[in-house]
């Protein structure tokens, strides 16, 4: 029984979750309330406050829902090639976190973050980027940094590889967001990465 009610609260987060996506998509965030979500999801009011305490909270638990630390994408990558250089890991795990990108869901969720979530009350939307924006950073220069320690950067500096990944990284999703349906970020994307990286790289350094 407390594992069905556990499962089944689980079920309702979710589906609060769903139905503010939905309505976000549709109308903003500032212009979307809380009892709209709640009767978008079929529920009440009070079923959204016992998971969701505003609508600040619910913007950032859809947010957690689909972003994941830009470490994970560099951990995973360490588990499956664990000879990797540390060039070679930046260079896999900025093309993994491409191709995640295009799930339909993460589309959906990043267009409203990027379009529709204005501010009010008390969330900041620049504050939310600015706070994804250092952690890539942060995690780019780190390896950056164990590279540059090997010898296998050429020509710049670890803070400046870093800040140069991370500004294609930023282009490359700000130019496709407007539009994903256009065309693939992770094939695109994966042409200016491996260009990128060879040019920042000594010979073999994205070997071994």
């Known amino acids: 029984m407390v594992r069905r009610t ?33 009767r ?20 950032k638990a859809m947010r957690d ?11 995973q990558v360490d588990i499956d090639n664990p000879e990797a250089s540390p060039l070679e890991t930046i260079r896999l795990a900025c ?7 295009e799930s339909p869901r993460k589309i959906r ?19 939310m980027h600015r ?11 780190r390896y950056f ?3 540059e320690a090997k010898g296998q950067l050429q020509g710049i500096t ?14 490359l999703f700000h130019s496709w967001i407007r539009n994903p349906e256009d065309y693939s970020i992770a094939e695109r994307g994966e042409s200016v990465i491996n260009s990128l990286m060879g040019l920042l790289s000594t010979p073999g350094a994205l070997e071994h």
Not at 109 to 127: G, K, M, Y
């Open 158 to 171: 670890a803070p400046a590889a870093a800040e140069l990944m991370h500004s294609v990284l930023s282009g």
């Open 65 to 75: 829902r689909e972003h994941l630390p830009f470490q994970d994408l560099f951990d």
């Open 145 to 147: 940094t164990l590279a």
């Open 109 to 127: 969720v990043h267009t409203i973050l990027t379009f529709r979530c204005e501010f009010f009350s008390d969330f900041n939307p620049q504050a």
């Open 131 to 141: 706070e994804i924006s250092d952690d890539i950073r942060s995690v780019l220069q």
């Open 6 to 38: 556990k499962e089944e609260a689980a079920a309702t987060r979710e589906a609060l979750i769903d139905a503010a996506e939905e309505m976000f998509m549709q109308h903003g965030v500032a212009r979307t309330s809380l009892e709209q979500i709640a």
């Open 95 to 101: 093309l993994q976190g491409l191709r995640q990108l």
């Open 40 to 59: 978008h999801a079929g529920m009440t009011r009070g079923a959204l406050y016992w998971h969701f305490k505003n609508k600040t909270d619910l913007v």
